[in-house]
C-alpha cells in the first residue's frame, strides 16, 4: 500500500472519528440485530447515522479507509459491516516507526 494513500486517508477527521469508533463498536454503536460487532463488524448504516452525514459521504469515507488497507467489509446478506483491519494498522505502525 502506497505511503501517501494511507497517510490521505487519514488526513480527514470524520475518517480518523470513523477509525477510533471502530476501535470499540460496543461503547460506540448500540447492539445490532443482525451481526455481532466482534466477528464481523458494525454495520454502514449505524456508522452513517452516528457521523450525521449523507450515505453517500460516508460510502465514500469506508471505501477510502478499505483501499488504504486501515478496515475491511463482510457482507452479510443485504446488510455491509465494517471493521478495524489489524494488519493495516500494524503496517501503519511500521511505517512509522521506521521511515518517519
Not at 82 to 100: D, F, P, V
Request: charged share 20%.
Amino acid at each position: 500500500m502506497d505511503q501517501v494513500e494511507i497517510f490521505k486517508a487519514l488526513s480527514n477527521k470524520t475518517r480518523l472519528q470513523i477509525l477510533n469508533w471502530l476501535k470499540n463498536p460496543a461503547e460506540n454503536f448500540p447492539s445490532q440485530e443482525h451481526a455481532d460487532f466482534e466477528e464481523v463488524g458494525v454495520c454502514v448504516g449505524q456508522i452513517q447515522t452516528k457521523s450525521g452525514l449523507s450515505q453517500s459521504t460516508i460510502s465514500e469515507y469506508l471505501a477510502i479507509l478499505q483501499r488504504a488497507d486501515l478496515i475491511s467489509s463482510t457482507r452479510v446478506g443485504q446488510w455491509t459491516y465494517y471493521k478495524r483491519n489489524a494488519e493495516g494498522l500494524e503496517k501503519l505502525t511500521q511505517i512509522i516507526n521506521s521511515e518517519i
